[in-house]
C-alpha cells in the first residue's frame, strides 16, 4: 500500500486540518512533501518536475493577491503538487478567496486548512509524521509496481513522459537513473538533492567487461547497477542506476524494468528506438538533446516536421481514422510521422498555405476528421521553428482542449489562435478586475431574457462569424427571427455590438460564459 493525501489526515499533526476543496484528490499519493513560500510566476515554469508532492505554505509573500495564489497552486499541479496545506488561515492569511477553492476543485487538488487552535503546529511537525509515515510504509509495502501504477495515473496526460515516470523510481529508490536503447538515444534523471551525474559512456566503460542481466559495480563508493531487459515488441533496453546509501538488489532493479513497461502499455508509446515512429513521444514527452540527437541519426530535416497536428476521433474508431488520415497522405506523397499518443492521432509534417497541393491536403484532412464523427476534433499549428516550441504548443493544446470543447460548442477546427483565447479566458476568469466586471455586466444584461440572446449570439460571433443565414441555419431559426434577436440584444444593452472593437469584448463575454455555463 502507499500513503494517500487521506491517511496524511490522520496524523496527529494534520488532525487540526480541514479539506475545504478538492475532496475527490484525496485518494492520491504522497512521496514526499515541500515548502513553498516564495513565489516567483517568472521562474516557475522551469522543467522540473516532482511527483507525488505535498505542499505546506502561507502564501506569506502573496497573502494579499488571491491572482497570484491561483497561479502559485496552478504551477504547482503542472510540477507534480498533489496537495496543498495552508497554514495560519485568519492569521497570516486574511482568508481563503473563493477563487482559489474553484481552482483547487477544478483539479480535484485538495486544499487543506489550519486555522483556529491549530496555529501552534508547526511545519516540522507535518514534516516529521508524513516522512515517518511515508518510510515506515515503504519499510512494509513490497509491492511497488501497483503503487507506482498508481502513481502514474495521478500525472496529468501532458507531464506523462518517460522522464517523469524514471522519476516516480528515482524518487522511491533514491537513485539516479539512465534507461538506453540502442540507438543511442537515452533518458536519464538525477535523485535530488544528489550531484552525481552521469552520461552513459561512464556506465558503458564500467560495465564494459559484464555479461549482460543483471550486474552491479563499485567506483570509489559509488554503487552502480545494470539490468538488460527487453520491452514491447522484443525492443532491447538497458537501465543504469547510480546510488550511495541504498542497495538495490535484482528485485528492484527487474521491478524498475517492469515499471518502464508502463510507458507502452499505460501510456501508449513505443520504446522501439530504431523506429521513426519513436521520434513523436520523444519530441512531445521527451527533453530536447534525446530528439534532436534522433532527428540527427534519421537524417530528418526539422523543417519537413514543423507542422504539428492533434486530431481527436470522437466516438468513432482512432484506428479507422488513423488509416484514412495515412492514407490521404500517401496519396499526396507527403512526408509525415504519425502516432497514437494521448488517446489523439498526433502528426508531424510540413503544410505550406501557400502550396495548393498542400491546401488541398489540408482540405481533404478536415474532410476526413468531419465525416469520422460529429465530435471529432481537428488542431494545426504549422508555425513552430523548434523543437522546444512544437513541444510547448502540443502541451498548451492537451491542457486547453476540454476549454476549446466548452467554447466553441459547434466548431471542431482550431488553430493556436484559438488556444490563445482559451487560455486568456481562463485566466480572465480567475481574478477580479474593471474589465471581467465588464464582460460580466453583458452577461447580466442578456442572461433573463426570454428570447435566449445568449445563445444567439454565441453563435453569431463564435460559431458563424457573423454570419446571418449561417447562425439562422444552426438555430433552426428563421433569418427573421435572429435578425429580431440580435436587434434586441443591441436594445438591452444600448451598444451595437456589430462594430469593433466592442464585437471583441461580446466575444470575449460570450465565451466566458459559456464556459461557465457549458
Known amino acids: 500500500m502507499s500513503i494517500t493525501v487521506k491517511d496524511c489526515l490522520s496524523l496527529p499533526s494534520l488532525s487540526f486540518g480541514t479539506v475545504i476543496a478538492g475532496k475527490a484528490g484525496l485518494d492520491r499519493i504522497v512521496s514526499s512533501i515541500s515548502v513553498l513560500e516564495f513565489y516567483d510566476q517568472d521562474d516557475a515554469h522551469l522543467d522540473v518536475f516532482t511527483p507525488n508532492e505535498l505542499v505546506l505554505s502561507a502564501f506569506y509573500a502573496f497573502r494579499h493577491d488571491a491572482q497570484k495564489q491561483c497561479e502559485a497552486m496552478e504551477d504547482l499541479i503542472n510540477?507534480?503538487?498533489?496537495?496543498?496545506?495552508?497554514?495560519?488561515?485568519g492569521k497570516v492569511l486574511p482568508q481563503v478567496d473563493e477563487t482559489l477553492i474553484q481552482t483547487a476543485d477544478k483539479h480535484d487538488f485538495p486544499l487543506i486548512i489550519l486555522e483556529n487552535n491549530s496555529y501552534q503546529v508547526k511545519y516540522s511537525d507535518i514534516i516529521s509524521d508524513i516522512m515517518e509515515a511515508i518510510i515506515r510504509d515503504s519499510d512494509f509495502s513490497r509491492d511497488?509496481?501497483?503503487?507506482?501504477?498508481?502513481?502514474?495515473?495521478?500525472?496529468?496526460?501532458?507531464?506523462?513522459?518517460?522522464?517523469?515516470?524514471?522519476?516516480?523510481?528515482?524518487?522511491?529508490?533514491?537513485?539516479?537513473?539512465?534507461?538506453?536503447?540502442?540507438?543511442?538515444?537515452?533518458?536519464?534523471?538525477?535523485?535530488?538533492?544528489?550531484?552525481?551525474?552521469?552520461?552513459?559512456?561512464?556506465?558503458?566503460?564500467?560495465?564494459?567487461?559484464?555479461s549482460s542481466g543483471y550486474q552491479t559495480a563499485e567506483d570509489q563508493g559509488l554503487r552502480a547497477y545494470k539490468m538488460d531487459f527487453s520491452c514491447f515488441e522484443n525492443t532491447r533496453?538497458?537501465?543504469?542506476?547510480?546510488?550511495?546509501?541504498?542497495?538495490?538488489?535484482?528485485?528492484?532493479?527487474t521491478d524498475m524494468c517492469s515499471c518502464v513497461g508502463f510507458f507502452f502499455t499505460i501510456w501508449g508509446y513505443s520504446l522501439?528506438?530504431?523506429?521513426?515512429?519513436?521520434?513523436?513521444?520523444?519530441?512531445?514527452?521527451?527533453?530536447?538533446?534525446?530528439?534532436?540527437?534522433?532527428?540527427?541519426?534519421?537524417?530528418?530535416?526539422?523543417?519537413?516536421?514543423?507542422?504539428?497536428?492533434?486530431?481527436?476521433?470522437?466516438?468513432?474508431?482512432l484506428d479507422a481514422l488513423y488509416r484514412d488520415i495515412v492514407h490521404d497522405f500517401?496519396?499526396?506523397?507527403?512526408?509525415?510521422?504519425?502516432?497514437?499518443?494521448?488517446?489523439?492521432?498526433?502528426?508531424?509534417?510540413?503544410?505550406?498555405?501557400?502550396?495548393?497541393?498542400?491546401?488541398?491536403?489540408?482540405?481533404?484532412?478536415?474532410?476526413?476528421?468531419?465525416?469520422?464523427?460529429?465530435?471529432?476534433?481537428?488542431?494545426?499549428?504549422?508555425?513552430?521553428?523548434?523543437?522546444?516550441?512544437?513541444?510547448?504548443?502540443?502541451?498548451?493544446?492537451?491542457?486547453?482542449?476540454?476549454?476549446?470543447?466548452?467554447?466553441?460548442?459547434?466548431?471542431r477546427n482550431w488553430d493556436i489562435h484559438d488556444i490563445m483565447l482559451t487560455q486568456e479566458i481562463t485566466d480572465l476568469s480567475k481574478i477580479n478586475s474593471?474589465?471581467?466586471?465588464?464582460?460580466?455586466?453583458?452577461?447580466?444584461?442578456?442572461?433573463?431574457?426570454?428570447?435566449?440572446?445568449?445563445?444567439?449570439?454565441a453563435t453569431y460571433l463564435i460559431d458563424c462569424d457573423s454570419k446571418l443565414n449561417l447562425?439562422?441555419?444552426?438555430?433552426?431559426?428563421?433569418?427573421?427571427t435572429v435578425t429580431y434577436r440580435l436587434n434586441k440584444a443591441k436594445q438591452l444593452t444600448n451598444t451595437d455590438f456589430t462594430l469593433m472593437p466592442v464585437t471583441y469584448d461580446f466575444y470575449m463575454a460570450l465565451a466566458i460564459w459559456r464556459y461557465h455555463n457549458i
Open 144 to 210: 511497488f509496481i501497483r503503487s507506482t501504477e498508481k502513481r502514474l495515473a495521478q500525472i496529468p496526460v501532458e507531464l506523462r513522459t518517460m522522464e517523469n515516470l524514471l522519476r516516480v523510481i528515482s524518487t522511491h529508490y533514491k537513485c539516479n537513473l539512465l534507461l538506453c536503447g540502442s540507438s543511442q538515444v537515452y533518458f536519464q534523471v538525477t535523485y535530488r538533492p544528489s550531484s552525481v551525474l552521469h552520461d552513459p559512456d561512464y556506465f558503458y566503460q564500467l560495465f564494459r567487461h559484464t
Open 330 to 411: 500517401h496519396e499526396y506523397h507527403k512526408f509525415f510521422l504519425a502516432d497514437k499518443i494521448d488517446g489523439h492521432l498526433v502528426i508531424l509534417t510540413s503544410i505550406i498555405f501557400s502550396k495548393s497541393l498542400d491546401h488541398a491536403l489540408y482540405n481533404d484532412l478536415c474532410r476526413a476528421v468531419e465525416n469520422c464523427d460529429e465530435k471529432a476534433s481537428f488542431f494545426m499549428d504549422s508555425g513552430s521553428k523548434d523543437i522546444a516550441s512544437i513541444k510547448r504548443t502540443y502541451t498548451d493544446y492537451l491542457r486547453n482542449e476540454p476549454v476549446l470543447e466548452k467554447i466553441f460548442l459547434n466548431r
Open 79 to 89: 510540477t507534480g503538487a498533489i496537495a496543498l496545506v495552508l497554514f495560519y488561515v
Open 272 to 317: 522501439d528506438l530504431q523506429s521513426p515512429q519513436t521520434l513523436l513521444p520523444l519530441i512531445l514527452k521527451a527533453e530536447e538533446s534525446a530528439a534532436k540527437k534522433y532527428l540527427w541519426n534519421s537524417n530528418i530535416d526539422f523543417a519537413r516536421i514543423s507542422s504539428l497536428i492533434v486530431i481527436s476521433s470522437g466516438k468513432a474508431s
Open 237 to 253: 533496453m538497458t537501465l543504469y542506476a547510480s546510488c550511495y546509501n541504498t542497495h538495490l538488489d535484482e528485485k528492484i532493479l
Open 434 to 457: 474593471k474589465r471581467t466586471e465588464y464582460f460580466y455586466d453583458i452577461i447580466d444584461s442578456l442572461k433573463n431574457d426570454s428570447d435566449a440572446l445568449l445563445e444567439t449570439l
Open 471 to 480: 447562425t439562422a441555419d444552426m438555430l433552426y431559426l428563421h433569418r427573421n
